[in-house]
Structure formats: structure tokens, C-alpha cells
């Protein structure tokens, strides 16, 4: 069916540590292609999005490239900040749908 | 330029009552849709409204209902609360009816006991 599959967590790193998070997506067509964040307490931010293949969103530091052959959206940064602790989303959209089908979550914890 | 809105923040509520959540678009924004985010897991899509009229539904029972007034806020009720309603719940705005450039609001928290 159509779903998204992000690796789950809770994952904690060091501050300055490298960060990647695993999403993958089954989907018709080409969907568009979502990172979310939550913070403690808070709504979602978007934080990165692809709208086709070979893309590469990016923002903050974070970035994702839509790779079609592999139906991935992995998340990464190079060097995370204790303000980087969050629940990630990764989602993904169908061309003219109206519906965000979102991952699982996965908690980030950053040490200092 | 506001955000979205959301009211109230947190709610406890007895099981078989019903609710009212309210939610104000942001400015410029025509649509509004609602998710559900249980504890631990991703949003779900419930319904959106576009115009006044509902565009589009998830797999929600029709205990689940929503309106949209001509300001394009929206409220979102639930009938017959069961415990498993107990969940966060996500009102986001965009300017098209695709869901594209959501903007969220910091939702309601619904606890039923």
C-alpha cells in the first residue's frame, strides 16, 4: 500500500556527531517528499522538502535527496546541535492529493 | 502574519462525552485540514475542508465531524469520546487545496479518561 518507513528510534547522539535518518516510501506516481520536526510541546515545522527525483532539499543544515530507484529520502546533517533534539517526520504527498502520509517519528536526543 | 491557532491547548474529557476543537487559519489560507497524532506516532490525516465543504476524508468514523466558517477557521468535533481519542490533534492551514505548503498549528492535546 502507500506508507512511509522511517528507522525508529529514540537515537542519541553527541553534539557535532553526524545524523541520518532512514525514510523510504511506497507510493503510484511521484509523490512529494517531506521532512517535518516537532519540538518538545510544539506542532510540526516543515523542514525540508523534494518535490522530484534527484532533488535535494535542504535547510539548517539538514539535507534529503529524492532517489527514485531506491523510493528513499534519508535525512542527514554533518554535525548536529543540542538544538537539534526533536521528533523527525518524513512524509510524503501524492500529485494533487490533499493528504500527508507521515512516518512513524523518530525521537532525537543531543548531548552536549 | 499570524500562524495557525489552536484552542484550547490541552483538554480532559470523560469517555461518551463530545468535543469541540477550534483552529484559525493562517492569513491568506483557504484550506484547513486536521490530523491525529497518537502518542508515539505519525499524524493522521482525518479530513480537510476547502470552501466550507469537506475535500476529502481519512479513515475516521463519522463520530469525527468538522466545520469550516466563511473566515476559513474550522472546528473539528467528536462524538461518543473513547479512550483511544486521546491524542494530539494537528490543525494545518495551506493556500491550495493540495497538500503542499501546510502550515501547522501547535494542536490540542485530548486526554480521555
Known amino acids: 500500500g502507500n506508507s512511509v518507513t522511517q528507522m525508529e528510534g529514540p537515537v542519541t547522539l553527541s553534539e557535532e556527531a553526524f545524523l541520518t535518518i532512514n525514510c523510504t516510501y511506497t507510493?503510484?506516481?511521484?509523490?512529494?517528499l517531506f521532512w517535518y520536526v516537532q519540538y518538545p510541546g510544539e506542532g510540526l515545522q516543515l523542514l525540508l522538502k523534494?518535490?522530484?527525483?534527484?532533488d535535494k532539499g535542504s535547510n539548517k543544515g539538514f539535507e534529503a535527496t529524492y532517489r527514485k530507484e531506491t523510493t528513499s529520502f534519508h535525512l542527514e546533517k554533518g554535525s548536529v546541535q543540542v538544538s537539534d533534539s526533536a521528533v523527525y517526520f518524513c512524509?510524503?504527498?501524492?500529485?494533487?492529493?490533499?493528504?500527508?502520509?507521515f512516518g512513524k517519528g523518530m525521537k532525537l536526543t543531543v548531548n552536549p | 502574519e499570524t500562524g495557525v491557532t489552536q484552542s484550547p491547548t490541552h483538554l480532559i474529557k470523560t469517555r461518551g462525552q463530545q468535543v469541540t476543537l477550534r483552529c484559525s487559519s493562517q492569513?491568506?489560507?483557504?484550506?484547513v485540514s486536521w490530523y491525529q497524532q497518537a502518542l508515539g506516532q505519525g499524524p493522521q490525516f482525518i479530513f480537510q475542508?476547502?470552501?466550507?465543504?469537506?475535500?476529502g476524508r481519512g479513515n475516521f468514523p463519522p463520530r469525527f465531524s468538522g466545520l469550516q466558517f466563511p473566515n476559513y477557521s474550522s472546528e473539528l468535533n467528536v462524538n461518543a469520546l473513547e479512550l483511544d481519542d486521546s491524542a494530539l490533534y494537528l490543525c494545518?492551514?495551506?493556500?491550495?487545496?493540495?497538500?503542499?505548503?501546510?502550515?501547522f498549528g501547535s494542536g490540542t492535546r485530548l486526554t480521555v479518561v
Open positions: 512524509a510524503r504527498l501524492r500529485g494533487g492529493s490533499e493528504k500527508l502520509v
Open positions: 507510493a503510484t506516481g511521484y509523490p512529494s
Open positions: 523534494a518535490t522530484k527525483a534527484d
Open positions: 494545518a492551514s495551506s493556500p491550495a487545496i493540495t497538500g503542499d505548503g501546510y502550515t
Open positions: 475542508y476547502y470552501r466550507e465543504e469537506e475535500n
Open positions: 492569513s491568506g489560507h483557504n484550506t
